[in-house]
Each structure stands twice: as structure tokens, then as C-alpha cells.
């Protein structure tokens, strides 16, 4: 469904501030980099934003490292003011320290060790089987 | 317990890089379709069953849960108070008093200032307007002077044409003159006739006709 809206919300705002991602250089095709931004509500994803806060590059580097980047004295206080975080920021944060870790990736790391643990469990009974066979 | 990952929704950005460029900010929302467009072939009797929930799980995450939001709670509200207290330092604290107090005296010094450099081009302009005065005064003066003289002057001249034209008059041709002079003019025959060589030289003897 796809529906026409003005060009936002330019001097009213009735919506609240939030703290999340945005792509940063959106001309560029297959690299994503995201902007961690304090921005209102309502507007575009990749729109006009209150204050840039850090960034996070999804694609490891050569060292295989993903680099994020905080600027902990200002999220403090945009939080103190009443920002929301999305879930990933939010996610984001609680790896890095400063909020505590997130509930979904305590269980998303446990389901993937449950996962890894049945393919160990399955492969050697594979293995037991064909020696069986071919014994 | 598989649970399935919640793919992103590609047909959003589809939609975004297949749009053509517009004045006005088109938003694709939830999906490419809109309410009256018929079901794709392949997703015919299809029926959406949400991911499936273990129990046990879900208990754990419910209690992750709530220590997580305990915790988030708290720490927006320290840092609420942070913020509060930062402005409430910045207003009334110890060092804005001695802020305020300097930017007084700072003012009162410029005041000051700028009241005698007042009085200063006050003198200055009081004197200037004085000079230009007494400049006008004089030039008017002179002007007047002027005039006067260029009056008698006038005069003068006029009084010597009168006397020109007095000792002109005992030459005149008046009505009892006229036979006199006719008689003086008839005796005295004067030639006016001259010859110019080509030298230049000017020949007034002439013979008289």
C-alpha cells in the first residue's frame, strides 16, 4: 500500500525522539554504513536528523573487525530528554557495555549453540553410521 | 524449537529504487500491493501461521525481559536527573553568580566608556558648529560688501555717461541750429574720399569735385 505524505512535519513536531540507524551514502549499491542518529519520529529514515551520535559499518574489515563508534556524553543526555533507542541500537549498546546486554541476544546466541551443538551430534552419527556400512 | 528469522522487507527498498524520481515524498508502507490487488498464483492457498513458541523459552525471555526493562528504567531516570542537574548547575550554580557579576562590571566599565567618548564629540561638534557659524556670518559680510560696492560702482558709471552725454548735447542739431549748421556744412565741403596702394599705404590727398 502505497501512500502519499507531505514533506514532513517541517516545524510542528508532535512525535518524539528517537535514537537509530541510518544509511549513510545511499547512492552507493551493495556497502551499507549506518549513522547512529538522534532524530524525530515521524521523519525519513535516511532524512534531516537532530544529531549524529556515533556510526557502525555492518561489513567486517580486514581484520575481520566491525567498527562501531559511540559518543556516550550525548546519548546520556538525548536519553535523559526522553529518546527511545530501536532494537538494534539497543542491542548494539548492551554489547558495548553501556546499557545492559539484551534480552533477544542472550536467547538468538543460545538457540545458535543449541543449533551447532545438534550438528556436532549429528555428524559423527553419520560418520559412526557409514563406518558401519561400509564394516 | 526452530524458529524461523523474520526476513527484512526487500519489496520496501524494491519499491524505493524502482519509484521514479517525484516533487512530492512518496512512503511505500507494509508492502508493494495495495488492498484491491488479487493474490499472487504461487501464494494461492496459502495460510500465514505465526513462528512457532517454546514454552520454556518464552518463560526465560519473560523474565530477561522484565529485569531488562527494570534496569533500562533506572538508568533513564539517572540520567534524566544528570541532565536536570547540569542545567540547574549552569543557571544557579556556583560559578554562574561570578559569571553574572563580571558581565555587570564589564558593562558598567563600557558604559562608562562610552559616555565620555559622547561628551568628547559633543565638545568637538559644539566647537565645529561654532567655527562654521561664524564662517557663514562672515561670508555673508562680504557678500553685502560686495553688492554695495558693485552699487556704486553702477552708479559711477551711470553718472559718467550722463556727463558724456552733457558735453554731447552742446553739439547737437536742435531747430534753431539747423539753418547754422546747414550754412557751416554747405561752406565747408569735406572730402571723405581716399586711395589704398598696394603696399598699404593710405592716400587722403585727393582733388576735390
Not at chain 2, 554731447?168 to 550754412?183: A, H, S, Y
Amino acid at each position: 500500500m502505497v501512500h502519499l505524505s507531505s514533506l514532513l512535519l517541517k516545524k510542528y513536531h508532535g512525535g518524539h525522539v528517537v535514537i537509530r540507524f541510518a544509511l549513510a551514502g545511499h547512492k552507493q549499491a551493495n556497502r551499507p554504513f549506518y549513522r547512529i542518529v538522534a532524530a524525530y519520529n515521524k521523519r525519513a529514515r535516511d532524512g534531516k536528523y537532530i544529531e549524529q551520535l556515533g556510526s557502525y559499518d555492518p561489513l567486517p574489515n580486514i581484520y575481520n573487525e566491525k567498527l562501531v563508534s559511540f559518543n556516550f556524553d550525548r546519548i546520556k543526555y538525548w536519553i535523559g530528554c526522553g529518546a527511545h533507542p530501536t532494537k538494534p541500537v539497543a542491542k548494539l549498546l548492551g554489547l558495548a557495555g553501556f546499557f545492559p546486554l539484551h534480552p533477544m541476544t542472550i536467547t538468538e546466541a543460545e538457540r545458535r549453540g543449541a543449533q551447532m551443538e545438534t550438528e556436532t551430534e549429528e555428524s559423527p552419527k553419520e560418520g559412526q553410521k557409514q563406518a558401519d556400512v561400509e564394516s | 524449537h526452530q524458529s524461523s528469522y523474520s526476513r527484512l522487507p526487500l519489496s520496501v527498498q524494491v519499491a524505493r529504487l524502482l519509484a521514479p524520481r517525484s516533487a512530492v515524498l512518496v512512503e511505500a508502507v507494509r508492502g508493494r500491493k495495495s488492498r484491491t490487488d488479487p493474490v499472487a498464483k504461487s501464494k494461492e492457498g496459502r495460510i500465514k501461521v505465526p513462528p512457532p513458541v517454546d514454552p520454556v523459552e518464552m518463560v526465560v525471555l519473560k523474565e530477561r525481559y522484565t529485569e531488562y526493562k527494570l534496569i533500562m528504567r533506572a538508568l533513564r531516570l539517572e540520567f534524566k536527573e544528570e541532565v536536570l542537574r547540569k542545567k540547574y548547575e549552569e543557571e544557579t550554580g556556583s560559578q554562574a553568580e561570578e559569571r553574572a557579576r563580571q558581565e555587570a562590571e564589564e558593562h558598567r566599565a563600557l558604559m562608562g566608556w562610552n559616555n565620555e567618548e559622547n561628551l568628547r564629540m559633543l565638545k568637538a561638534r559644539i566647537l565645529r558648529v561654532q567655527k562654521e557659524a561664524e564662517e557663514a556670518e562672515r561670508k555673508k559680510i562680504e557678500a553685502a560688501i560686495q553688492r554695495e560696492q558693485e552699487q556704486q560702482e553702477f552708479i559711477k558709471e551711470k553718472e559718467r555717461e550722463i556727463l558724456q552725454l552733457q558735453e554731447e548735447v552742446k553739439n547737437f542739431i536742435t531747430t534753431e541750429n539747423l539753418d547754422q549748421r546747414i550754412e557751416e556744412a554747405l561752406d565747408n565741403p569735406k572730402n571723405y574720399n581716399f586711395a589704398v596702394n598696394k603696399e598699404g599705404k593710405v592716400i587722403k590727398q585727393t582733388v576735390l569735385q
